[in-house]
C-alpha cells in the first residue's frame, strides 16, 4: 500500500488474506461507470487492515489477476 499524501508505503502479508468486489449499484458500477467495481481488501494478523477501492473501472477483468498475485508465494517468480 503506497499512501500519496504522506508518501508512506505498508507492505502485508498475503496468507489469509480476504478480497471481493462488489457491483451492487446499477446506476454507478453499469450505467455511469461502464462496469467499474469496489474492490475491498482485509488483511489478517497482528494489525488486520481493511482496504476500499472504489470505482475500479473493467474490474471484471483484473480480478484473475490480482487474485493469481495475492496467491502467489514470494518465493515464485511471474
Do not use: C
Amino acid at each position: 500500500m503506497h499512501n500519496l499524501v504522506t508518501d508512506g508505503e505498508r507492505t502485508f502479508d498475503t496468507q489469509g488474506m480476504s478480497l471481493y468486489k462488489v457491483q451492487d449499484d446499477q446506476l454507478r458500477h453499469w450505467i455511469l461507470g461502464l462496469g467499474t467495481g469496489d474492490l475491498h481488501i482485509a488483511t489478517t494478523g497482528a494489525e488486520t487492515v481493511k482496504l476500499d477501492i472504489r470505482n475500479i473501472p473493467f474490474i471484471d477483468r483484473k480480478m484473475p489477476e490480482i487474485e493469481r498475485l495475492i496467491a502467489m508465494r514470494p518465493d515464485q517468480r511471474t
